[in-house]
């Protein structure tokens, strides 16, 4: 295993230099991809639409192809389902991503074609661990195995045809080359389980009697399956489990309000910590510096990049902008066009630039994930945030949370209500209440206008609930597993009347 890490660390290495020509070119290499797959669509349903053959530019191509979101793709992509192929892409479709990112029943299925599978997802997998080694050349990663924490996938029969639809993480590990699967953990038929409960309990034991040295995943399903081999082994703490463990990479959700309960389960003065920003539409970005969590937009995954900033979402013909016209700090809708066939495609995702040379960036959350009662447009990132600056002002530990608005009989104020579960509550509330409600008006000065002697927003109500609350939840709404996440920021009541009736039980 030695000699497998020497060798794996060097090879990993070798992509640093293709890394680096696109952040030294990036435009030319989004305009080499946007020829490439304006080029591939040409043959395709969409692009006889849209006449693809007549694009010369990409003027052509903004002027010519709307942006769409997934309910405008849907009767396309329900027809790949269907069985029907080339219509959005010239490759035969056979899986795809369920997003289970909404509290509705209603999933959305985003295709995952071959190209976009070695392109995009498995090359953002092996550049995530090549930017690791980089980082920390003295790595061991490749001496144990990788945990990897995913979700399930099933089949369907149409007509005399089938596809298979499921997590994305699941397509993921069903399609690995074996030389992965001999190097990862848990095994395939445990790994792809879908009754979850279950699954962690297999998943638990078969894990722990290996030498894990990396770990992959959600970190609040991840948290899960970490207490239950502390239960099952009886040990104090994960290092006792795993001593070589090393890296944690992660995704998902944002990992401020798990890094205090990580800490604590993994005390380890050598543990490191990547984000990534890998999505069932395409993998975005990694984070490329080992003292930041900044995430490097990767320009060569058969992606083309615009732009739209938010505060012009809701205006008739928004200006969509290319990477070369954005500028940092203005929070922007991420708009992709894919080699799996998603044509200008808003995914719903909201990020700001925190550097243009080369292009990094941050999720600062979901365009329909905030909170706008009376226009102080709270964004997650700005919960995160002042949850932060309470926790650490108060000692608190934050499992899980969600808010949403709470109007007076009247309908003349407002407040935020807040479900919050905590890990380790404060030991006054009152203060904690206090702190956070300070610390969103140093973060967002349209809050700090709307709280201003309570005359629109009163201060925030918080419900502090007992642990295990989202997970059944959760569980009530058969959303257990990897891919599925608590919506934190919602402009409306329906998630908050879910769960208040359920700690009043």
């Known amino acids: 295993m030695a000699i497998l890490n020497a060798v794996m660390s060097w090879l990993m290495r ?22 490439r797959l304006i080029n591939a669509g040409r043959s395709t349903e969409w692009g006889r639409l849209y006449d693809y053959k007549s694009i010369i530019s990409y003027v052509d191509f903004a002027n010519r192809v709307p942006v769409s979101d997934y309910e405008q793709l849907k009767p396309f992509i329900d027809r ?11 490759e035969e479709i056979k899986w795809f991503a369920k997003s289970s990112g909404t509290t509705s029943s209603k999933s959305k299925f985003i295709p995952v074609s071959n190209a976009s599978l070695e392109e995009c997802h498995f090359k953002g997998g092996k550049d995530m661990i090549s930017l690791y080694v980089n980082n920390f050349p003295d790595s061991e990663v490749f001496d144990g195995r ?49 009754e979850w409960e279950a699954k962690i309990e297999m998943m638990a034991h078969e894990t722990m009697q290996h030498d894990v040295t990396s770990i992959a995943g959600v970190p609040s399903w991840t948290m899960v399956l970490l207490r239950k081999i502390l239960e099952i082994s009886g040990k104090e703490n994960i290092s006792e489990v795993w001593p070589r463990l090393e890296v944690f990479f992660h995704g998902g959700v944002s990992l401020d309000p798990y890094r205090e309960q990580l800490r ?31 995430l490097l937009l990767m320009l060569d995954y058969g992606i083309f990049y615009e732009f739209i900033p938010v505060d012009a979402l809701q205006d008739e013909n928004p200006k969509v902008l290319r990477l070369s016209e954005v500028e940092k700090g203005v929070v922007y809708a991420m708009v992709i066009t894919t080699n799996a066939g998603l044509w200008r495609y808003l995914i719903g995702d909201t990020v700001i630039f925190t550097s243009l040379s080369p292009f990094r960036l941050k999720i600062t959350g979901r365009t329909k994930s905030y909170i706008n009662t009376f226009g ?67 973060l967002n000065s349209d809050y700090e206008a709307k709280r ?24 009530m709404k058969g959303k257990l597993g990897g891919q599925n996440k608590v919506p934190r920021l919602s402009n409306d009541r329906i998630i908050l009347d879910e769960i208040l009736p359920i700690i009043k039980r």
């Not at 070798?14 to 020829?35: G, S």
């Not at 389902?81 to 892409?89: F, K």
């Not at 945990?147 to 996938?153: E, R, T």
């Not at 608005?405 to 030991?427: G, L, N, V, Y």
């Open 14 to 35: 070798k992509r640093i230099h293709q890394i680096e020509l696109f952040v030294k070119y990036p435009h030319e290499v989004q305009d080499e991809w946007f020829k």
């Open 146 to 194: 990788g945990l990897v924490m995913g979700g399930s996938h099933s089949i369907t029969e149409v007509s005399t045809d089938s596809y298979y639809d499921g997590d994305l993480s699941a397509i993921l590990i069903q399609n690995l080359p074996f030389w992965v699967q001999f190097m990862k953990t848990p095994n395939l038929n445990i790994a792809l389980m879908d």
């Open 376 to 442: 102080e447009e709270l964004m997650v990132d700005n919960a995160e945030k002042a949850l932060s600056i309470a926790c650490s002002k108060c000692h608190a530990v934050i499992s899980d949370y969600t808010a949403g608005p709470h109007f007076s009989p009247d309908r003349q104020t407002a407040a935020h209500e807040w479900i919050i579960e905590f890990e380790k509550a404060p030991e006054n509330p009152e203060y904690f209440n206090e702190a956070f409600d300070n610390a969103l008006k140093s």
């Open 264 to 294: 604590q389960l993994i005390p380890s003065g050598k543990m490191h910590y990547m984000e990534t920003y890998n999505a069932s539409e395409g993998f975005f970005g990694i984070q490329d510096l080992s003292d930041g969590n900044e």
């Open 80 to 90: 790949l389902r269907a069985g029907e192929q080339n219509i959005l892409w010239p």
């Open 452 to 475: 201003y002697h309570n005359m629109v927003l009163m201060p925030p109500i918080i419900h502090a609930v007992p642990q295990g609350t989202f997970y059944n939840w959760l569980k």
